[in-house]
């Protein structure tokens, strides 16, 4: 008796993780920039916030991105009760923190890695690869925090997947998609290579038919 509880026990819990894991939702590229470029200046400002005052935003790398960005801080820092404003003149930098976006960057690409009967890819290496720099400059003109890095995400996505972690709104967070090496060097070629000689033949076919 003991042993066929175990048994139901195994077989029960094997079947949760298998449920778990249907049921797991995967982070969509914006999710996973987020972590990437939103968390680290989460982290600066928490660190050197006094609890008076604002942080001066001013961005020297001005693109969707970054754009992107200012509106994720914004909500975020919101959390914390630190405000966040971008019309800086010269009279606050003697009183407030600056937080400059030197430069940020990110790019995904979708490599696909195997083909079904239909020579679609089935599965996708996801690779999203980010620039990051920024600084922080304190009330007395010092830089009090600065981060540079490059950092990259790596995971893999089915076919299916590769649309839904995309946003429409983003264009950048959209991803390219790009044939893996083996394919680029073995299949696409001698697809090509036989469609070809289909091409070919069918030609000298009709013309000897003629």
Do not use: C
């Amino acid at each position: 008796m003991k042993f066929n509880k175990n048994i139901i026990f195994g077989i029960f819990f094997s079947l949760w993780a298998i449920f778990q894991t249907a049921n797991a939702q995967t982070e969509t590229n914006l999710e996973i920039l987020t972590d990437l470029l939103v968390k680290p200046v989460i982290s600066a400002v928490d660190s050197l916030y006094s609890g008076t005052g604002p942080f001066y935003l001013i961005s020297e790398d001005n693109n969707d991105v970054s754009q992107w960005l200012e509106g994720k801080l914004r909500g975020e820092l919101l959390n914390l009760n630190v405000s966040l404003k971008t019309e800086f003149t010269d009279s606050t930098s003697k009183t407030h923190y600056r937080l400059i976006i030197d430069k940020i960057d990110a790019k995904i690409t979708y490599r696909g890695l195997d083909r079904d009967l239909l020579f679609r890819y089935g599965h996708y290496q996801r690779n999203i690869n980010t620039l990051f720099t920024f600084y922080v400059i304190n009330p007395h003109e010092s830089i009090s925090y600065s981060y540079s890095r490059t950092i990259s995400h790596s995971d893999t996505l089915n076919r299916s997947e590769t649309n839904k972690v995309e946003n429409d709104f983003y264009e950048f967070s959209q991803g390219e998609k790009t044939g893996s090496r083996f394919s680029q060097k073995f299949i696409e070629p001698a697809l090509v290579t036989v469609a070809t000689i289909g091409v070919v033949y069918l030609f000298f076919s009709l013309r000897s038919g003629s």
